[in-house]
Structures are given as C-alpha cells and as structure tokens.
T-cell receptor, first 118, second 112 residues
C-alpha cells in the first residue's frame, strides 16, 4: 500500500520552544493531508486539513496561530507547534488522502510523532 | 450526536473465540466505510474497507447496513496478535470529502 512517513518519530522539548513535524507521502502525490492529535486512551481528533497550495482548514477549537501548517508540495506537509507547552504533549499523526476508483478513497497514516514538552 | 459511535469495550476473549464489534454512523450520505486497527502507541492501520455487499478477508468479516446506518466487524478464531483497538471509520461527503470520522475505538484483548 501507499507509504507515508513522519519525522521526527519522537521529540522532547522545553516549554516555549517550537517544534516542526514533517509528513511525507513517499510513493504518491497527496493534494490533501490531515493532521490529527491523540491523547492517551482517546480517539484521534482531527486538528486541520492541509491542502497543497492553499491555507489549511482548522477544526473548531484548534488555534491556527499555534499550530502552523504548510503544505508546500504534493508530497510534503509540515506542522509547527509554536511556543509549545506541556499540555501540547501528545501523539501527532498525519495522513495523506488518496482518491481511489469507484469512490473507494482512503487515507494512509504516518507512523506518528510523540511530542513531550517539559 | 457524534458522527460515529462505537462500543468502547473492552472485550476480553480467549484464543479461538469469535468476537463482533458494532458501530453506527449519523451521516446517511456517507459512502465509504472502514475498519482500522490501532496498536498501543502506534498509528492506525487500515484493516479492511467495508462494502455494501459485505466482505470477508480471512478471519475478518465486515458488514454494512445502510438502512440502519450500522457497520460490524466479526473476527473468527481470535489470535493473540488480534489484541488491539479497532476503529470504525466513515468518510465525509460534499465539502468534507476525504475527511474521515473516527469512532472512539473498541479495545480487544485476546488471552491465551
């Protein structure tokens, strides 16, 4: 199946610093990528939809100035957590949307980035 | 009302057991349905798509009832390696095409 990579896989940073997470579709072009966040024992929560060449669409309650998304190419989207605080510690997962035949589209997930803010 | 509702479990079954998970969705216009599997501290991985006619993949059988907006997953002859959280997932339509709506997940533990 399609492959999506994320980098870094884990990061520990001090409160107040910014962290950039990269999401790449390795063997296909993705005009749309999604960013999710998952807290322990909870389901994935969609943060934003990233469209190549345009501004991201953020879900209600997600601060766009804090979570900066850049989808500069068809294979790369980045999420920057600015001025990170301990409450931003979470598992961040990206996915790339692949439109299939007969309407059978699906998403392929990156391996996730575990962020710990001290 | 949530887009996708799932029984969170947990389900604890012995090896070899048959277990069934259920899920309901609220948007009748949804067209694509999936079951994903998520292991602890890992990303979700597509287990199988769910088609209108129902479909089977080895020990896994998925069913869709559009009239009731109900999706199911049946696992036969459970293995220890089946222990995971199973996510019921439905796609968005119209302006939200491509967006997936996730259920909270059903936790399964298979014991020896």
């Amino acid at each position: 199946g399609a492959v999506v990579s994320q980098h870094p896989s884990w990061v520990i940073c001090k409160s107040g610093t910014s962290v950039k997470i990269e999401c790449r579709s390795l063997d296909f072009q993705a005009t749309t990528m999604f960013w999710y966040r998952q807290f322990p024992k909870q389901s994935l929560m969609l943060m934003a939809t990233s469209n190549e060449g345009s501004k991201a669409t953020y879900e209600q309650g997600v601060e766009k100035d804090k979570f900066l998304i850049n989808h500069a190419s068809l294979t790369l989207s980045t999420l920057t957590v600015t001025s990170a605080h301990p409450e931003d510690s979470s598992f961040y997962i990206c996915s790339a949307y692949l439109s299939g035949t007969s309407g059978r589209d699906t998403q392929y997930f990156g391996p996730g980035t575990r962020l710990t803010v001290l | 009302r949530k887009e996708v509702e799932q029984d969170p479990g947990p389900f604890n079954v012995p090896e070899g057991a048959t277990v069934a998970f259920n899920c309901t969705y609220s948007n009748s216009a949804s067209q694509s349905f999936f079951w994903y599997r998520q292991d602890c501290r890992k990303e979700p991985k597509l287990l199988m798509s769910v088609y209108s006619s129902g479909n089977e993949d080895g020990r896994f059988t998925a069913q869709l009832n559009r009239a009731s907006q109900y999706i199911s997953l049946l696992i036969r002859d459970s293995k220890l390696s089946d222990s995971a959280t199973y996510l019921c997932v439905v796609n968005g339509r119209g302006s939200t095409l491509g967006r997936l709506y996730f259920g909270r997940g059903t936790q399964l533990t298979v014991w020896p």
